[in-house]
Each structure stands twice: as structure tokens, then as C-alpha cells.
């Protein structure tokens, strides 16, 4: 096996570009469970775990190589709220936001906020040099996302008009080092318009936008309004039943755990 | 390949095998067996290391990706002479069973008392949570730890 070390993301293109079969390392957190369980065994690996320019944090700006452990002391509350839940301690100070976008599980802790928050994933080719994909252009599928075989995943941008409120929580088994059965966030903005974006109910991050649009503008929503909310939200997410849960369950979930957060928002 | 690290304090040329993770180097190449080799997913936390200040698992590190870094061991937290505060707190307070787990238990805890000599009951058991001990004996392990940070700086 080979292994490239190099010092910054133009080098780290140009590796990819050379040998498109090369695969991406960042916190390891996905790649070596895979390794050591047999289900890959790269020829080439590309490490950018020290690579500085990947790690710079910006409120408007998260390099892919920013960790867990540095999110959770972040200014975007609901980020914050989800890179708590990614793992343990073990695993936050190793995985990195990049590597959440790059694996593209449906269950990735980040991926609800990215929704919410309208991100787009930047990505960086040494020929096409750096190319900003929206969030439901990027993530495709189930382990699948829009990155060339040439491009590595360089940050996380957000607009400058991310709202301040904003909530998280997912549901698992046990408080830590859980995969998530149903994960979901919600902002509202100044204006009053409500965001929900779930995680780990669809093949990928998705937006519940009859369920936002029900409730939206409203700053004081009757219990049946609110009743009415949780259940299209549990209408429209596309769970299946996996040996974590059940689709029926991930429904129910779904909505109890979406109302929950939207009144959180309302409270503040 | 030939991958150079501190292990411990010490200059190691380690030889790696492909992609083999930094447990399977500590354990089978350094001749550190402490380190444990259980979950192999980083969920059980019993290969915990502490790799260039952070505190990980090392069974999610790929040892390629360790060149010039330096890792502490549970075999680094002691000498000969005298154990880690964590180790004596938890002998005296009686929190190991079959004690598998309980050398990443301390490099977990003594990494926490590193960086907060006086952690709250709920900062350890944060700290603790990516560890698993299947003989369920936590009671003892947060009572050691409890113990000792209420003890004077």
C-alpha cells in the first residue's frame, strides 16, 4: 500500500488527480472499520489528517478537516448540539465534518444541520480548481455523493444569513456512541419561516417542506396545528426498517422529534 | 513500510503492514500489548491511545498516517517505581473485574485529569462514555475518579 502525506489541498488534488482510485483519509472514524473489518483494502491512501489549510474554521467557512471535538465548541448552536451526539469524545477528537460529508451516510450526525442551514460543500480540483455544489446536489444517495474522482471535499459553506435559531437531537439507543435511528434540526429565521431538515429517514439528508410550510410564520402554533405538523413530517420522510429500527417507528419519531425541536425554537 | 513515532517518549521505527491500524502496530510490532484489541470500530474504547494530544482509539488509526507523531501508551502513564494517580484511584477504590477494559479506561481518565484536576461527576462521565466495561462495573470506576477529584491539586 502507498500512502501520500502532502502538506496542503492543492497538493492533496494533485495526488487525486494523478491516481483517481486513491482513497481519501481524514479521521479514519468510517475508512478503518471498514479496513479492519475486511470490507476495504486501499493500494493508495491519501492522508490529509495534517493538513493545515483543510482544518480553518470560519462561521461561514468549515474546512472538510475540522473535527468534532472543535464543533462542539462552535458558534452555530445546532452544529454545536450535533457534533456533541457524533461518537465519543475518542471519536470526535478524529472525525472531521469532511469526512461526514464525504461518507454521505444517511445517518451523518452534520448533514441535517448542513440541510438546515442551506450549505454548500466546496470542492477543489487541480484542472476545474474549486466548485460549490448545494447540499441536495451533493448528497445523491445512500454512501453516494456529486465528487469527482479527481476532487477532495474542501469545506463546508454556509450563507451569511444562517438563522441564529436553530435546534438538533437525534434518537438512538444510548445518549453516546450511537448511530441515529431518526436525527432531525430545525432553525427559524427573523422573519418567522421554519426549517426542518432529518437525518437518517431517506437515503439522504432530506427537507420536510409541507411540514415547514404548514407552520411557518406562525409564532404561537395551536396544539393542533402542531399536532398537525408532527404528522406531516411523519408523512414525509421515506424510512425503511433496518436492524436499528423500524420504518413505522422512524415515522413516529420523526415527527415527535421534529415538533419537539420547532417548539424549542418558538421558546426562544 | 518503516513508519518512525514516539511511543512513550521513545524514537520507534515501527514496521507496518498496509493499512494495519496503530492497535495492531502498538500490540504486535512495539511489543505494547496494554492497549486492547476488542471492538475493532472504535466503540468499546479499549484500544485508547492519547496520538499527538488528542485522545483516540487506536484501532481508527491507520499507523501509515502516524509518521513523526507522538503516542502515549498506558504503558507511558507509569513507571516502575510509581503508578498514575488514575491507576492508584481506581485500585483503591476496587474498580477493576476482569479488567479488559481498564487500560483504556485510564488512558480515557488520565487524559481528562490532564487537562481538569477537579472534574465534576458528570464532565467524567462524559469523558468516560466512549468506553465500555462489560462487566458493567462503572459504579466503582466513577467512585475512584470522584475520589480523586476531590483530592487537593
Not at chain 1, 19 to 37: H, K, Q, R, S, Y
Not at chain 1, 211 to 225: D, T, Y
Amino acid at each position: 500500500m502507498e500512502f501520500s502525506r502532502p502538506a496542503s489541498t492543492e497538493e492533496a488534488a494533485a495526488i487525486k488527480a494523478a491516481d483517481p482510485g486513491a482513497t481519501i483519509l481524514a479521521g479514519g472514524t468510517d475508512l478503518m472499520v471498514e479496513v479492519n473489518f475486511g470490507h476495504a483494502s486501499p493500494d493508495h491512501v491519501i492522508g490529509l489528517r495534517r493538513v493545515d489549510d483543510l482544518a480553518d474554521y470560519q462561521d461561514t467557512r468549515i474546512g472538510a478537516g475540522v473535527t468534532w471535538a472543535r464543533l462542539e465548541e462552535c458558534s452555530h448552536r445546532a452544529l454545536a448540539q450535533a457534533a456533541r451526539t457524533v461518537g465519543s469524545p475518542q471519536i470526535r477528537a478524529a472525525g472531521t465534518i469532511g469526512g461526514n460529508i464525504g461518507t454521505a451516510s444517511p445517518a451523518g450526525d452534520g448533514l441535517p444541520w448542513l440541510a438546515a442551514a442551506e450549505a454548500e460543500i466546496e470542492v477543489y480540483s487541480t484542472t476545474r480548481g474549486t466548485r460549490l455544489v448545494s447540499w441536495d446536489q451533493f448528497f445523491t444517495g445512500v454512501k453516494q455523493n456529486a465528487l469527482a474522482d479527481d476532487e477532495v471535499i474542501t469545506a463546508a459553506v454556509l450563507p451569511e444569513n444562517v438563522p441564529s435559531v436553530q435546534e438538533f437531537a437525534k434518537i438512538g439507543q444510548r445518549s453516546a456512541m450511537v448511530i441515529s435511528t431518526v436525527s432531525a434540526c430545525v432553525m427559524r429565521d427573523d422573519e418567522g419561516s421554519i426549517r426542518v431538515a432529518l437525518g437518517a429517514v431517506a437515503p439522504t439528508p432530506i427537507r420536510v417542506r409541507q411540514a415547514e410550510a404548514l407552520v411557518s410564520g406562525q409564532s404561537n402554533p395551536s396544539e393542533a396545528l402542531l399536532e398537525e405538523f408532527a404528522r406531516t413530517v411523519s408523512a414525509e420522510v421515506k424510512p425503511i426498517t433496518d436492524h436499528r429500527s423500524t420504518e413505522a417507528y422512524r415515522r413516529h419519531a420523526s415527527g415527535v422529534l421534529a415538533r419537539r425541536l420547532l417548539e424549542r425554537c418558538l421558546a426562544q | 513500510m518503516i513508519i518512525n513515532m514516539t511511543v512513550n517518549g521513545e524514537a520507534r521505527n515501527a514496521v507496518v503492514a498496509g493499512s494495519e491500524s496503530l492497535l495492531t502496530t502498538l500490540r504486535e510490532e512495539l511489543g505494547l500489548p496494554g492497549s486492547k484489541n476488542a471492538c475493532e470500530q472504535g466503540e468499546c474504547g479499549s484500544c485508547t491511545v492519547i496520538l499527538d494530544g488528542a485522545l483516540v482509539t487506536s484501532c481508527l488509526v491507520m499507523s501509515a498516517d502516524c509518521e513523526d507523531s507522538e503516542i502515549t501508551t498506558v504503558e507511558g502513564l507509569s513507571t516502575d517505581r510509581e503508578l498514575h494517580a488514575v491507576q492508584r484511584a481506581l485500585l483503591d477504590a476496587g474498580a477493576v473485574q476482569c479488567g479488559f477494559c481498564t487500560p483504556g479506561f485510564v488512558v480515557a481518565a488520565a487524559h481528562l485529569f490532564e487537562e481538569n484536576r477537579h472534574p465534576s461527576s458528570e464532565t467524567i462521565r462524559e469523558a468516560l462514555s466512549g468506553n465500555i466495561c462489560r462487566c458493567t462495573g462503572y459504579g466503582a470506576i466513577l467512585r475512584g475518579l470522584e475520589a480523586l477529584a476531590q483530592e487537593p491539586s
